[in-house]
Protein backbone atom coordinates (compact mmCIF):
# COMPACT_ATOMS: atom_id res chain seq x y z
CA UNK A 1 0.00 0.00 0.00
CA UNK A 2 1.99 2.93 -1.11
CA UNK A 3 1.09 6.45 -0.45
CA UNK A 4 2.19 9.38 -2.57
CA UNK A 5 3.36 12.18 -1.27
CA UNK A 6 1.92 15.56 -2.80
CA UNK A 7 0.79 18.77 -1.84
CA UNK A 8 -2.67 20.49 -2.12
CA UNK A 9 -4.06 22.98 -0.41
CA UNK A 10 -5.54 22.56 3.02
CA UNK A 11 -9.63 21.89 3.52
CA UNK A 12 -11.10 24.66 5.96
CA UNK A 13 -11.72 21.18 8.45
CA UNK A 14 -7.59 20.78 8.53
CA UNK A 15 -6.81 24.01 8.91
CA UNK A 16 -9.58 24.45 11.90
CA UNK A 17 -7.90 21.29 13.40
CA UNK A 18 -4.53 22.84 13.14
CA UNK A 19 -5.55 26.12 14.66
CA UNK A 20 -7.20 24.22 17.71
CA UNK A 21 -4.02 22.02 18.49
CA UNK A 22 -2.09 25.16 18.22
CA UNK A 23 -4.29 27.14 20.24
CA UNK A 24 -5.04 24.24 23.17
CA UNK A 25 -1.07 23.82 22.94
CA UNK A 26 -0.79 27.33 23.81
CA UNK A 27 -2.90 27.81 26.16
CA UNK A 28 -1.43 24.40 27.93
CA UNK A 29 1.53 25.49 27.85
CA UNK A 30 0.72 28.87 29.38
CA UNK A 31 -1.07 27.50 32.08
CA UNK A 32 1.40 25.33 32.81
CA UNK A 33 4.19 27.45 32.74
CA UNK A 34 2.22 29.67 35.74
CA UNK A 35 1.50 26.64 37.61
CA UNK A 36 5.18 25.59 37.48
CA UNK A 37 6.73 29.24 38.42
CA UNK A 38 4.47 29.80 41.26
CA UNK A 39 4.82 25.98 42.54
CA UNK A 40 8.22 26.76 44.59
CA UNK A 41 5.78 29.12 46.78
CA UNK A 42 3.92 26.50 47.85
CA UNK A 43 6.17 25.31 50.36
CA UNK A 44 6.14 21.49 50.62
CA UNK A 45 3.30 21.02 47.89
CA UNK A 46 5.79 22.51 45.46
CA UNK A 47 6.80 18.25 44.12
CA UNK A 48 3.35 17.54 43.96
CA UNK A 49 2.60 20.51 41.56
CA UNK A 50 5.36 20.04 39.40
CA UNK A 51 5.22 16.58 39.08
CA UNK A 52 1.85 16.50 39.01
CA UNK A 53 1.54 19.44 36.48
CA UNK A 54 4.46 18.15 33.82
CA UNK A 55 3.01 14.55 34.09
CA UNK A 56 -0.57 14.97 34.43
CA UNK A 57 -1.51 17.37 31.15
CA UNK A 58 0.32 14.94 28.55
CA UNK A 59 -1.63 12.62 30.37
CA UNK A 60 -4.46 14.10 30.18
CA UNK A 61 -4.82 15.27 26.88
CA UNK A 62 -3.27 11.60 25.19
CA UNK A 63 -6.35 9.92 26.99
CA UNK A 64 -8.50 12.98 25.79
CA UNK A 65 -7.45 12.44 21.96
CA UNK A 66 -8.04 8.63 22.52
CA UNK A 67 -11.49 8.78 23.51
CA UNK A 68 -13.06 11.38 21.91
CA UNK A 69 -13.46 12.59 18.09
CA UNK A 70 -14.02 15.91 16.46
CA UNK A 71 -12.63 18.92 17.28
CA UNK A 72 -12.82 18.00 20.88
CA UNK A 73 -9.78 15.15 20.03
CA UNK A 74 -8.07 18.39 18.35
CA UNK A 75 -8.15 20.36 21.51
CA UNK A 76 -6.97 17.45 23.52
CA UNK A 77 -4.28 16.39 21.35
CA UNK A 78 -2.92 19.90 21.28
CA UNK A 79 -2.93 19.61 25.19
CA UNK A 80 -0.92 16.43 24.86
CA UNK A 81 1.60 18.36 22.38
CA UNK A 82 1.76 21.19 24.64
CA UNK A 83 2.12 19.56 27.47
CA UNK A 84 5.11 16.88 26.62
CA UNK A 85 6.78 20.28 25.24
CA UNK A 86 6.88 21.53 28.47
CA UNK A 87 7.82 18.39 30.29
CA UNK A 88 10.46 17.76 27.28
CA UNK A 89 12.02 21.34 28.16
CA UNK A 90 11.71 21.17 31.99
CA UNK A 91 12.94 17.36 32.63
CA UNK A 92 16.99 18.07 32.25
CA UNK A 93 16.95 21.07 34.72
CA UNK A 94 14.49 19.85 36.99
CA UNK A 95 16.83 15.74 37.17
CA UNK A 96 19.97 17.25 37.08
CA UNK A 97 20.01 17.24 40.86
CA UNK A 98 19.48 13.82 40.98
CA UNK A 99 21.96 12.74 38.49
CA UNK A 100 25.21 10.91 40.09
CA UNK A 101 27.79 14.15 39.27
CA UNK A 102 25.41 16.50 41.52
CA UNK A 103 24.67 18.69 38.77
CA UNK A 104 26.51 21.41 37.56
CA UNK A 105 27.28 23.60 40.35
CA UNK A 106 29.76 20.79 41.23
CA UNK A 107 31.19 20.65 38.09
CA UNK A 108 32.37 24.57 37.70
CA UNK A 109 33.26 25.32 41.33
CA UNK A 110 35.60 22.33 42.64
CA UNK A 111 38.76 22.74 40.70
CA UNK A 112 40.41 25.88 41.52
CA UNK A 113 39.55 27.33 38.63
CA UNK A 114 40.06 31.30 38.59
CA UNK A 115 36.99 32.65 36.50
CA UNK A 116 38.16 35.89 34.63
CA UNK A 117 35.06 38.53 34.36
CA UNK A 118 34.18 39.09 31.17
CA UNK A 119 33.85 42.43 29.50
CA UNK A 120 35.93 45.14 27.12
CA UNK A 121 37.68 46.66 30.54
CA UNK A 122 38.53 42.75 31.45
CA UNK A 123 39.96 41.77 27.82
CA UNK A 124 43.98 42.57 28.43
CA UNK A 125 43.89 40.50 31.73
CA UNK A 126 41.68 37.04 29.64
CA UNK A 127 44.67 38.00 26.72
CA UNK A 128 47.09 37.53 29.13
CA UNK A 129 46.01 34.19 30.98
CA UNK A 130 45.74 32.71 27.48
CA UNK A 131 49.56 33.82 26.49
CA UNK A 132 50.45 32.40 29.90
CA UNK A 133 49.62 29.34 29.83
CA UNK A 134 50.46 28.85 25.64
CA UNK A 135 53.85 29.64 26.86
CA UNK A 136 53.59 27.29 29.93
CA UNK A 137 52.31 24.21 27.54
Known amino acids: MAQELAFR ?41 TWGTLLGAPLVGAVGALFTSGMIA ?27 TGGAARQLGGGGVKQLPSGMANAPQRAQSQARVGIEF
Open 9 to 49: TPRAEEMTEVAIGMGSAGVTGLAEGVVIKFAPGMGALEPVF
Open 74 to 100: SVFKGVAAGGAAILGYSLPAIVAPFMP
